[in-house]
């Protein structure tokens, strides 16, 4: 139960930074300013390896399941035809 209540603090402070570093973003680009840009590219990267795997962890790692068995079903099918055609 507590990890569930954590889970999604975690998940919105995760979504607020983003929202904070896209603001960021649109502030620089429309200041012009180049120090800021930079700034706010790093910070876009940090988030992105940080907050990535709170917000779609559960998505990435279902996309992975789908993708392996769609292959090894491909592999089977692939073995099956070239037994067939020899």
Known sequence: MIRNAVIKVSKTLASFLV???????????????????????IATVILYVKV?????GDYDRKRKEKIEKKREEL???????????K
């Open 19 to 41: 929202f904070l570093d896209t603001i960021g973003i649109s502030i620089a680009l429309l200041g012009g300013n180049t120090w800021l840009c930079l700034l706010m590219g």
């Open 52 to 56: 990535n795997p709170i917000l779609f």
């Open 75 to 85: 592999l089977a099918r692939r073995t099956n035809k070239e037994g067939i055609s």
